[in-house]
C-alpha cells in the first residue's frame, strides 16, 4: 500500500490572551490607526449586543443572538472584505454588519420584527440574516457564480456556524465551489456551542477546516478571538478568491460566552466555571492590552469611545422605538414585484383585518 | 410556423428566452453536452456555450439555492430537474429563501428563477419518476407554480415564467412531451400567468384539468357532446396563485364542476379549487364539486399505474354522476 494523498490543516495565532505576540504582524497591524478601527469596531458590537439583550429583557425587542465573545470574528471578516464584496451572514453577525455600512436601527429594526429592518440602505447587494442553518451556503455559491460569470473581481463571504457544517449543503456549496473555483469564502464561526450542543458531539473531525479537504479546497484554521489574526487570515483568502485562485474554507476558533440566544438559558446543558475559563481569552480585552503595551491607547481614549458607542446605540434605540410599524399591506405587497390578481383579495382582507385590529386596540 | 411537441416548445422558449436577454442562464444536471435526459436543452451548449448552459454537480438543494444567489445578483437562472421524484431537496430552499428573498428585504433583493421539471406518470418509469407533487408547491407562498398541458402553451407560459421577475416552479407533464404537436409560432409572445385558459366552452359542465390530464379532459368533452352533454374545459395553467375569477365565472354558468388531477386527492389543488366553489360558488352549484384524482399512497410503481392515474372513462363516469343532479 502506497501513499497517495496527505493533508495538513494549519492554524494562525498572533496575539496571545494576554495581548502579546504569538507571531509576526502582518502589514496592516502596523498601523495603529488600523488596530484602533478593529477596536472600536468591537467595542461597538458588544455595546449593541448588551443594549439588544436589555432590550429583550425589557419586552421591547424580540428574541435576539448576542455575539458576546464573538466580535472578532465578524470584525476581522468584514475588514478584510472590500465594499464591493458580498456579505452573506448567519444571525450572529451584527459586527461584520455594522463594519459594512447596516445601521444599529435596522439591526434594531429587523429583531425588532419588521422586515424594513433587512432593507440596508447601505450595502444594498450583501444578504438579509439566514435564520435557517447552513441554507445561505449554497446563495454564496450563486453570488460568486454571478462575479465569475461577468469576470468582476469580486468575492461571495459566507459567515456560518460550527453547527452548520453538519448540514448537507453547507458541504454542497463547498463541493461546487471548489469545482468551479468560485470566488468564495466561508468562514466557520466555530463558538463551540451549537445552542445546547458542543461541538465534539456535533462532529468526530478534529477540526472543522478540515471539511474543505473532501471538497478539495484549502482550509486553515485561526485563533478567532484575535481580531488581528482573522482579518489577516480572511484577507489572504479574500485575495486568493480575487485573483481567480479559488475558494477557501476559514476555520475561525472563538467561544459563545452568551446564551445562544435570549431565548436560551445555557446554565441548563454548560457549566458557569467553562464560560468564566473562557473569558480569560475573549477578544477585545486581549487587543487592548495589546494597544495599551503598545502606547497605542489609554484610559481617557477608552472612555471616549465608551461613550460614543453608548450615545450611538441610545440614539439608534430611539429612532427604533419611534418608528411605527408598517402599514399591514406591506406583508403581500413585496411578496410579488407586482401583486397577482388573484392575490388582490387577500390583500382586501388584510386592510380589513387590520382595521378590524385597530378598532379592537382603540376598544381597549 | 411549425408543429412541435411540448418538449420542442420548451426548448424553443429556452432558446428564444436566452437569445433576447443575456441574464438568462439555463443549469442542472447533464443540461450541457448530454442536453438534458430529456433532451430538452438539446443544442443549447453548442450554441450559447458553457458559461450560458452549466452542468452542476449532482444536489438539488445546491443548484436551487446556487438559483437563489445567481437570482440576487440579477441573473435569470432556469433549473432544470431530472425527475418529479427529486424536486423535494428544493423545497427548503423555495419556502425559506426563494418565496421570501422580495418581501424580507423589502425588495431589496429577488428572485427572479425558474424550476423546471418534468412531473407526473404513464411513461412506466422507475420508482420516483412518476410524481405529482404540484400541491406541495402550489402551496409555498411568493412563488408562482405554472402547468402548461401543450406545446403552444409550454412554449407561452415558460417564456413568461423566465421574463417575471419572481420564482416559478414549471412542472412540464412528461406524458405528453412527445404525445402530440401544436402549431407553435416563436415569435417570443408569452402567455400569461395567473390566468386560467378556456379550452372548450360548454353549458352543462366544467371540468378543471391541467397538464397532461387536460387531453383526456377535452377527449371525455367530445364523448359528453356525443351524448348531447356541452362540457366545458378550463385549464387553470397557472396552480398558484389560483385564478378564482375564471373558476367562479365557468362554473357559474354550467352549474357543475369536475375537477380532475394525478395528485393526491387530500390538500391537493382540487381541494382548494373545491374549497373556493363551496365558499363563493355556492348558490351557483346544481350538484356536488366532484375530483378525478389519484389516491393517498406513494406513487406506485407501472405495473399498478394505470389504476392509480385517472382516465378518460373516470371522468365520464363522474361527468354523468355530476349530471343526473339536475
Same mark, same amino acid.
Given at each position: 500500500?502506497?501513499?497517495?494523498?496527505?493533508?495538513?490543516?494549519?492554524?494562525?495565532?498572533?496575539?496571545?490572551?494576554?495581548?502579546?505576540?504569538?507571531?509576526?504582524?502582518?502589514?496592516?497591524?502596523?498601523?495603529?490607526?488600523?488596530?484602533?478601527?478593529?477596536?472600536?469596531?468591537?467595542?461597538?458590537?458588544?455595546?449593541?449586543?448588551?443594549?439588544?439583550?436589555?432590550?429583550?429583557?425589557?419586552?421591547?425587542?424580540?428574541?435576539?443572538?448576542?455575539?458576546?465573545?464573538?466580535?472578532?470574528?465578524?470584525?476581522?471578516?468584514?475588514?478584510?472584505?472590500?465594499?464591493?464584496?458580498?456579505?452573506?451572514?448567519?444571525?450572529?453577525?451584527?459586527?461584520?454588519?455594522?463594519?459594512?455600512?447596516?445601521?444599529?436601527?435596522?439591526?434594531?429594526?429587523?429583531?425588532?420584527?419588521?422586515?424594513?429592518?433587512?432593507?440596508?440602505?447601505?450595502?444594498?447587494?450583501?444578504?438579509?440574516?439566514?435564520?435557517?442553518?447552513?441554507?445561505?451556503?449554497?446563495?454564496?455559491?450563486?453570488?460568486?457564480?454571478?462575479?465569475?460569470?461577468?469576470?468582476?473581481?469580486?468575492?461571495?463571504?459566507?459567515?456560518?456556524?460550527?453547527?452548520?457544517?453538519?448540514?448537507?449543503?453547507?458541504?454542497?456549496?463547498?463541493?461546487?465551489?471548489?469545482?468551479?473555483?468560485?470566488?468564495?469564502?466561508?468562514?466557520?464561526?466555530?463558538?463551540?456551542?451549537?445552542?445546547?450542543?458542543?461541538?465534539?458531539?456535533?462532529?468526530?473531525?478534529?477540526?472543522?477546516?478540515?471539511?474543505?479537504?473532501?471538497?478539495?479546497?484549502?482550509?486553515?484554521?485561526?485563533?478567532?478571538?484575535?481580531?488581528?489574526?482573522?482579518?489577516?487570515?480572511?484577507?489572504?483568502?479574500?485575495?486568493?478568491?480575487?485573483?481567480?485562485?479559488?475558494?477557501?474554507?476559514?476555520?475561525?476558533?472563538?467561544?459563545?460566552?452568551?446564551?445562544?440566544?435570549?431565548?436560551?438559558?445555557?446554565?441548563?446543558?454548560?457549566?458557569?466555571?467553562?464560560?468564566?475559563?473562557?473569558?480569560?481569552?475573549?477578544?477585545?480585552?486581549?487587543?487592548?492590552?495589546?494597544?495599551?503595551?503598545?502606547?497605542?491607547?489609554?484610559?481617557?481614549?477608552?472612555?471616549?469611545?465608551?461613550?460614543?458607542?453608548?450615545?450611538?446605540?441610545?440614539?439608534?434605540?430611539?429612532?427604533?422605538?419611534?418608528?411605527?410599524?408598517?402599514?399591514?399591506?406591506?406583508?403581500?405587497?413585496?411578496?410579488?414585484?407586482?401583486?397577482?390578481?388573484?392575490?388582490?383579495?387577500?390583500?382586501?382582507?388584510?386592510?380589513?383585518?387590520?382595521?378590524?385590529?385597530?378598532?379592537?386596540?382603540?376598544?381597549? | 410556423?411549425?408543429?412541435?411537441?411540448?418538449?420542442?416548445?420548451?426548448?424553443?422558449?429556452?432558446?428564444?428566452?436566452?437569445?433576447?436577454?443575456?441574464?438568462?442562464?439555463?443549469?442542472?444536471?447533464?443540461?450541457?453536452?448530454?442536453?438534458?435526459?430529456?433532451?430538452?436543452?438539446?443544442?443549447?451548449?453548442?450554441?450559447?456555450?458553457?458559461?450560458?448552459?452549466?452542468?452542476?454537480?449532482?444536489?438539488?438543494?445546491?443548484?436551487?439555492?446556487?438559483?437563489?444567489?445567481?437570482?440576487?445578483?440579477?441573473?435569470?437562472?432556469?433549473?432544470?430537474?431530472?425527475?418529479?421524484?427529486?424536486?423535494?431537496?428544493?423545497?427548503?430552499?423555495?419556502?425559506?429563501?426563494?418565496?421570501?428573498?422580495?418581501?424580507?428585504?423589502?425588495?431589496?433583493?429577488?428572485?427572479?428563477?425558474?424550476?423546471?421539471?418534468?412531473?407526473?406518470?404513464?411513461?412506466?418509469?422507475?420508482?420516483?419518476?412518476?410524481?405529482?407533487?404540484?400541491?406541495?408547491?402550489?402551496?409555498?407562498?411568493?412563488?408562482?407554480?405554472?402547468?402548461?398541458?401543450?406545446?403552444?402553451?409550454?412554449?407561452?407560459?415558460? =417564456?413568461?415564467?423566465?421574463?417575471? *421577475?419572481?420564482?416559478?416552479?414549471? /412542472? !412540464?407533464?412528461? %406524458?405528453?412531451?412527445? #404525445?402530440? +404537436?401544436?402549431?407553435?409560432?416563436?415569435?417570443?409572445?408569452?402567455?400569461?400567468?395567473?390566468?386560467?385558459?378556456?379550452?372548450?366552452?360548454?353549458?352543462?359542465?366544467?371540468?378543471?384539468?391541467?397538464?397532461?390530464?387536460?387531453?383526456?379532459?377535452?377527449?371525455?368533452?367530445?364523448?359528453?357532446?356525443?351524448?348531447?352533454?356541452?362540457?366545458?374545459?378550463?385549464?387553470?395553467?397557472?396552480?398558484?396563485?389560483?385564478?378564482?375569477?375564471?373558476?367562479?365565472?365557468?362554473?357559474?354558468?354550467?352549474?357543475?364542476?369536475?375537477?380532475?388531477?394525478?395528485?393526491?386527492?387530500?390538500?391537493?389543488?382540487?381541494?382548494?379549487?373545491?374549497?373556493?366553489?363551496?365558499?363563493?360558488?355556492?348558490?351557483?352549484?346544481?350538484?356536488?364539486?366532484?375530483?378525478?384524482?389519484?389516491?393517498?399512497?406513494?406513487?406506485?410503481?407501472?405495473? =399498478?399505474?394505470?389504476?392509480?392515474? *385517472?382516465?378518460?372513462?373516470?371522468? /365520464? !363516469?363522474?361527468? %354523468?354522476?355530476?349530471? #343526473?343532479? +339536475?
Amino acid at each position: 500500500m502506497g501513499e497517495i494523498a496527505r493533508f495538513v490543516i494549519e492554524r494562525v495565532e498572533i496575539l496571545r490572551p494576554d495581548g502579546t505576540l504569538a507571531g509576526p504582524l502582518p502589514a496592516f497591524a502596523e498601523d495603529p490607526d488600523e488596530l484602533v478601527k478593529l477596536y472600536r469596531a468591537m467595542v461597538l458590537t458588544r455595546t449593541y449586543d448588551t443594549k439588544a439583550v436589555a432590550l429583550q429583557r425589557t419586552g421591547r425587542l424580540g428574541t435576539v443572538a448576542s455575539s458576546l465573545g464573538q466580535e472578532a470574528v465578524a470584525v476581522g471578516t468584514a475588514a478584510a472584505m472590500r465594499p464591493e464584496d458580498v456579505l452573506l451572514p448567519s444571525f450572529r453577525e451584527q459586527g461584520a454588519m455594522l463594519w459594512r455600512g447596516v445601521r444599529i436601527e435596522e439591526l434594531l429594526t429587523f429583531w425588532g420584527g419588521d422586515e424594513r429592518g433587512s432593507d440596508f440602505a447601505g450595502p444594498r447587494e450583501d444578504f438579509p440574516v439566514c435564520i435557517p442553518v447552513g441554507t445561505h451556503a449554497p446563495h454564496a455559491a450563486g453570488v460568486a457564480t454571478a462575479f465569475k460569470l461577468r469576470r468582476e473581481p469580486r468575492v461571495a463571504v459566507c459567515v456560518l456556524g460550527d453547527g452548520a457544517t453538519s448540514k448537507g449543503e453547507v458541504y454542497e456549496a463547498l463541493n461546487l465551489a471548489g469545482v468551479w473555483r468560485l470566488p468564495m469564502v466561508t468562514v466557520v464561526d466555530n463558538n463551540r456551542w451549537a445552542i445546547s450542543v458542543p461541538v465534539e458531539a456535533q462532529t468526530a473531525a478534529a477540526t472543522l477546516a478540515q471539511k474543505a479537504i473532501g471538497a478539495g479546497i484549502p482550509g486553515i484554521q485561526v485563533d478567532g478571538n484575535d481580531v488581528i489574526a482573522v482579518r489577516a487570515v480572511v484577507a489572504r483568502a479574500i485575495e486568493r478568491a480575487r485573483a481567480g485562485e479559488g475558494p477557501t474554507l476559514v476555520e475561525a476558533t472563538t467561544y459563545r460566552l452568551s446564551d445562544h440566544t435570549t431565548a436560551d438559558d445555557a446554565r441548563r446543558y454548560r457549566d458557569d466555571a467553562e464560560v468564566s475559563a473562557r473569558w480569560k481569552e475573549e477578544p477585545i480585552g486581549r487587543l487592548r492590552a495589546f494597544l495599551l503595551a503598545r502606547g497605542f491607547w489609554d484610559k481617557a481614549r477608552e472612555e471616549a469611545l465608551l461613550a460614543d458607542c453608548a450615545r450611538a446605540v441610545d440614539e439608534a434605540v430611539e429612532a427604533y422605538l419611534a418608528r411605527p410599524a408598517a402599514p399591514a399591506t406591506d406583508m403581500i405587497d413585496h411578496v410579488f414585484a407586482r401583486l397577482p390578481a388573484p392575490l388582490s383579495r387577500q390583500r382586501a382582507e388584510i386592510e380589513r383585518r387590520a382595521r378590524l385590529r385597530a378598532r379592537e386596540v382603540a376598544g381597549r | 410556423m411549425s408543429a412541435l411537441t411540448l418538449v420542442e416548445a420548451v426548448r424553443t422558449a429556452l432558446a428564444r428566452a436566452m437569445e433576447e436577454d443575456p441574464r438568462v442562464l439555463v443549469l442542472g444536471e447533464d443540461v450541457g453536452r448530454d442536453g438534458g435526459v430529456f433532451r430538452a436543452t438539446e443544442g443549447l451548449f453548442e450554441r450559447f456555450g458553457p458559461e450560458r448552459v452549466l452542468d452542476t454537480p449532482l444536489s438539488e438543494a445546491l443548484f436551487t439555492g446556487l438559483a437563489v444567489g445567481l437570482g440576487a445578483q440579477g441573473f435569470r437562472p432556469v433549473v432544470e430537474f431530472q425527475f418529479d421524484g427529486f424536486l423535494y431537496p428544493a423545497i427548503d430552499q423555495l419556502v425559506n429563501h426563494a418565496g421570501r428573498l422580495r418581501a424580507r428585504t423589502r425588495g431589496r433583493l429577488s428572485c427572479p428563477i425558474v424550476l423546471r421539471a418534468p412531473f407526473g406518470g404513464g411513461i412506466r418509469a422507475p420508482e420516483h419518476h412518476s410524481e405529482s407533487p404540484e400541491g406541495l408547491f402550489a402551496a409555498i407562498p411568493g412563488v408562482r407554480t405554472v402547468v402548461p398541458s401543450s406545446p403552444a402553451r409550454a412554449y407561452g407560459l415558460l =417564456l413568461a415564467a423566465i421574463r417575471d *421577475p419572481d420564482p416559478v416552479v414549471f /412542472l !412540464e407533464p412528461k %406524458r405528453i412531451y412527445r #404525445a402530440f +404537436r401544436e402549431e407553435v409560432v416563436d415569435d417570443g409572445a408569452a402567455l400569461p400567468l395567473d390566468r386560467a385558459f378556456v379550452l372548450r366552452e360548454g353549458r352543462d359542465l366544467t371540468i378543471v384539468a391541467w397538464g397532461a390530464l387536460v387531453r383526456e379532459a377535452l377527449q371525455a368533452a367530445d364523448r359528453l357532446a356525443e351524448e348531447g352533454v356541452s362540457a366545458e374545459v378550463l385549464d387553470p395553467a397557472t396552480l398558484a396563485p389560483l385564478d378564482v375569477e375564471t373558476i367562479l365565472a365557468s362554473v357559474g354558468r354550467t352549474g357543475r364542476c369536475l375537477i380532475v388531477h394525478e395528485a393526491p386527492p387530500s390538500h391537493g389543488p382540487g381541494a382548494e379549487i373545491a374549497a373556493l366553489l363551496a365558499a363563493e360558488g355556492l348558490f351557483s352549484l346544481l350538484a356536488p364539486v366532484a375530483r378525478v384524482a389519484a389516491f393517498d399512497v406513494p406513487t406506485p410503481l407501472p405495473r =399498478l399505474e394505470g389504476v392509480f392515474l *385517472p382516465n378518460v372513462a373516470d371522468i /365520464l !363516469e363522474a361527468a %354523468r354522476r355530476l349530471l #343526473a343532479h +339536475r
